[in-house]
């Protein structure tokens, strides 16, 4: 799809946000079978995350000027479910595997790596209080949650390993 962005893996599965006239679609499609599902479709003026496919599951952010959200939805049974919510932050770019999930919480003046289980419950893995840099994206391996630091001034990242 020439309007496809932010592309996630699980194969067979590819999941992939569209931007089509005043919407943004998050598709996930079979690239053995062809087939290929719309998610959740909201307007453009929204944020539309990234989003991680792993083990049946598909999780995203999504991001207004009012509230921002971290949602999972369990392909095989459609279940959906809102992993975290908050109108004073910005949450953003989980990752899902397994039973886990990662994502980034930003507030004022501080960026915090948060862990979950996918049927509840939370913990904070790190957290940075400063202006300067902030967390920005996650992924999980066994025993870690990898996030890329993003220095604000610069533009320049780096990819740390915090033990889980």
């Not at 592309?7 to 999941?15: E, F, Q, T, V, Y």
């Not at 053995?32 to 496919?53: C, E, N």
């Not at 509840?120 to 840099?133: K, N, S, Y």
């Amino acid at each position: 799809n020439p309007n496809a962005s932010r592309p996630a893996l699980d194969w067979p599965l590819i999941a992939f946000v569209v931007r089509d006239g005043g919407f943004k679609h998050l598709v996930v499609r079979n690239l053995q079978t062809g087939g290929r599902k719309i998610h959740v479709s909201v307007q453009a003026t929204l944020q539309l995350g990234r989003p991680s496919l792993s083990g049946g599951r598909l999780a995203w952010h999504v991001a207004s000027r009012k509230q921002s959200m971290i949602v999972l939805k369990v392909l095989s049974s459609g279940a959906k479910r809102v992993i975290a919510r908050t109108r004073i932050g910005l949450l953003q770019n989980p990752t899902v595997r397994s039973s886990r999930i990662a994502w980034v919480d930003s507030r004022s003046g501080a960026s915090h790596l948060r862990l979950g289980r996918v049927w509840g419950g939370r913990r904070t893995v790190e957290t940075m209080r400063t202006r300067t840099r902030a967390y920005w994206t996650t992924s999980l391996a066994p025993g870690a949650v990898y996030s890329t630091r993003w220095t604000l001034a610069t533009g320049a990242s780096a990819v740390y390993r915090t033990g889980v």
